[in-house]
C-alpha cells in the first residue's frame, strides 16, 4: 500500500504518468498499473485523465490529503525502528539555559559521550524563552530551562533544583554588619540578567521577597559577566550556586545571610508534545532525569 501510496502522490504531483515513470525509475505500464490497483482499493476513481493532464477529482483530493500524511508518519516509524537496531548515534541538538548550559552541561555532555561515542553533540546557548522557540520551530531535540514557562505544546519535565543567594564582593563593606536589611540592600546598586532569562526571572522574585524594587539596575546578557563586574564593585546580584562555585572558593565572592535566601527553582526538560523521541535524545533524557 505505501508504495501505492508514492506512486499516486508522484503522479498528482507532476500531473504526468510519464514524468511520475521517470522520477519513480518505473515503466509507464507500471505507474498505471498501481493508480489502478488503488483506485480499486479505494472502490472509486481517484484522477481525471485526458491526453494532455493529469489532475485529482473530489475522491482524488482526499486520498492526496491523508496520503501525504500516512508517508510522513510511516517514514517517521522507520527511522525509529532503525533506531532501535543500533546504538545511539546521530546528532543531538540540546538548547540550554546559560546556567545550566555553561556550568553543569558540559560535565553532563561528558558522561554522555563516555556512554555513547557516535552521538554528535549540537548545543546552543539561549535564555529560557529563546530555548522553547527554537523547540517549536523544531531546531533543537530537546530544552533545557531554568524556572516556570507555560505553553500547551511544550512537555515541562522538572529533573534538578538549583539555590540562589544574593552574591557579593567578599570586601563589600555590607558583609561587616551583623543584620544586613532589605533597607541596606536597596541602597545597592543590582547586577541583573536580561529581560527573558530564567535568572531574571528569579532577580525579580527576590526583589518581591525583599520587598523593594531596586533604583539602579545595570543589565547583562551573561552572568560571567555579572561575576567580574561583582568583583570589580559594581554592585550586588542574586545568582545561582552552581555559577559561583570557583568564585567561592577562591573567596572572590560571598553569600550574603539575608533571611529567605537562598531560594530555589527547578532546572526542566523541555521537549515537543510527541509520543517518540530519537534514540540519542531518550538516552540524554534518561541521563538527566535519572
Known amino acids: 500500500m505505501d508504495q501505492a501510496l508514492r506512486v499516486f502522490i508522484t503522479v498528482v504531483e507532476q500531473r504526468n504518468f510519464t514524468r511520475a515513470a521517470e522520477i519513480l525509475h518505473m515503466t509507464q505500464p507500471a505507474v498505471s498499473s498501481y493508480i489502478q490497483n488503488l483506485e480499486r482499493i479505494m472502490g472509486t476513481k481517484l484522477l481525471e485523465r485526458t491526453n494532455k493532464f493529469v489532475r485529482l477529482n473530489k475522491a482524488g483530493e482526499i486520498v492526496y490529503h491523508h496520503a501525504k500524511d500516512i508517508l510522513g508518519l510511516y517514514t517517521r516509524m522507520e527511522n525509529l525502528l532503525d533506531d532501535l537496531k543500533h546504538t545511539a548515534r546521530g546528532t ?16 553532563k555532555i561528558a558522561t554522555l559521550l563516555e556512554m555513547y561515542p557516535q552521538i554528535n553533540p549540537n548545543i546552543m546557548i539561549k535564555n529560557s524563552h529563546e530555548i522553547i522557540e527554537l523547540l517549536l520551530q523544531n531546531q533543537i531535540d530537546v530544552g533545557i530551562i531554568e524556572g516556570e514557562i507555560n505553553n500547551e505544546k511544550i512537555k515541562i519535565t522538572p529533573f534538578a533544583s538549583d539555590y540562589l543567594s544574593i552574591i557579593a564582593a567578599s570586601d563589600h563593606p ?7 536589611t532589605p533597607f541596606d540592600l536597596s541602597h545597592e546598586t543590582w547586577l541583573v540578567r536580561e529581560e527573558g532569562s530564567g535568572t531574571r526571572d528569579m532577580q525579580e522574585k527576590g526583589f518581591k521577597q525583599l520587598g523593594f524594587y531596586p533604583e539602579r539596575l545595570m543589565t547583562f546578557s ?9 568583583e570589580a564593585g559594581l554592585g550586588i546580584s542574586l545568582l545561582s550556586h552552581s555559577t559561583i562555585k570557583k568564585e567561592l572558593e577562591l573567596n572572590k565572592l560571598q553569600l550574603m545571610n539575608i533571611k529567605g535566601f537562598p531560594i530555589t527553582r527547578n532546572f526542566s526538560l523541555a521537549t515537543t508534545i510527541a509520543e517518540f523521541h530519537t534514540k540519542a ?6 541521563l538527566l532525569i535519572k
Open 92 to 107: 543531538l541538538s540540546i538548547g540550554s539555559s546559560y546556567t545550566y548550559g555553561e556550568y553543569i552541561l558540559p560535565y
Open 174 to 180: 555590607l558583609l561587616d554588619l551583623y543584620n544586613i
Open 222 to 230: 551573561s552572568t560571567q559577566v555579572i561575576k567580574e563586574s561583582i
Open 281 to 286: 535524545t531518550e538516552v540524554f533524557i534518561e
